[in-house]
């Protein structure tokens, strides 16, 4: 199998297995999410180091613990330079120290040609990426779920005409299969805290809201930021389509909480979209 090799293993997150997984399962843990009374269609996860925003990852996480969707889709930033507005990975699967996670080769495809009808674009290959925002998700996945398979996507273009764009074609591509959508963002990045936590509330507030138009116009509005609004937005509008009726935010938190001496913050958020019974 052609297998995508880790970049940032023993960087972002430990390379032993044994301390990955016992690192996860202590955030897991602590995380004592809501009950949801409905069908989960998707998450906010942020994506920083595992010390930093693991600890608020493992919320969201917690949600969807021992589900058993066949088919995880997580839309990201792309967050180096490139002149195609998707990307995806030219790889048949992705390696973390826990195992080999198998990429849905067809479900792929079957977004390209979505894409391709509506917008007049698709998802452009790339193999090799450095990009560490799906990957940093995908222990948490293999040890909260059964076996499944990625469509990873990740935006060079967050701009509201193409995160609408994605969100349609992601809906149409796994209407009537057992899907979970993540949308892997980190929120204001290198504020004093309150600074940090004013705008992270309010970015929060129009995720809550289920308002994707609000949340990619928060940075211009100087209002809010992430990373990933478009990512954010567009797995949004993919759960409406699906059904989803309902943003819970789960638990917010920041860099700060791990080194509290330090000037600037980064903020994380996690949050569940779902269907209420």
Not at 97 to 124: F, K, N, S, T
Not at 138 to 165: I, K, N, S
Not at 176 to 202: C, F, M, N, Q, T
Request: charged share 20%.
């Amino acid at each position: 199998m052609d297998i995508r090799p880790s970049p940032i293993a023993g960087s972002w997150y430990p390379s032993n297995p044994v301390r990955l997984r016992r690192a996860i399962e202590h955030y897991l843990a602590q995380a004592t999410p809501p009950g949801l009374s409905g069908r989960i269609w998707g998450l906010l996860a942020p994506h920083a180091g595992l010390r930093y925003s693991g600890p608020v990852a493992a919320w969201a996480f917690a949600c969807i613990r021992g589900g058993t969707p066949d088919i995880i889709v997580i839309v990201s930033p792309w967050h180096r330079g490139s002149d195609t507005p998707l990307i995806t990975t030219g790889h048949a699967a992705y390696e973390t120290p826990l195992g080999v996670v198998e990429v849905d080769a067809d479900a792929i495809a079957q977004l390209d040609a979505a894409l391709c009808a509506h917008a007049g674009y698709g998802l452009a290959r790339r193999r090799y990426d450095d990009e560490h925002a799906i990957e940093i998700e995908l222990p948490f996945l293999q040890c909260v779920l059964g076996p499944f398979r990625l469509l990873p996507v990740m935006m060079a273009d967050q701009r509201t005409t193409t995160a609408a764009a994605l969100g349609a074609a992601l809906a149409a591509t796994v209407r009537g299969r057992d899907v979970l959508l993540i949308a892997s963002s980190d929120l204001s990045h290198y504020e004093p805290a309150s600074v940090a936590h004013r705008l992270d509330a309010e970015l929060l507030r129009r995720v809550a809201a289920f308002d994707p138009d609000a949340v990619i116009a928060a940075e211009s509005e100087g209002a809010g930021y992430a990373c990933g609004s478009g990512a954010i937005a567009a797995v949004l509008w993919a759960c409406r389509d699906l059904g989803a009726d309902q943003v819970t935010i789960v638990r917010y938190g920041t860099s700060g909480d791990v080194e509290p001496d330090a000037p600037w913050v980064v903020g994380y958020g996690a949050a569940a979209i779902w269907q209420a019974a």
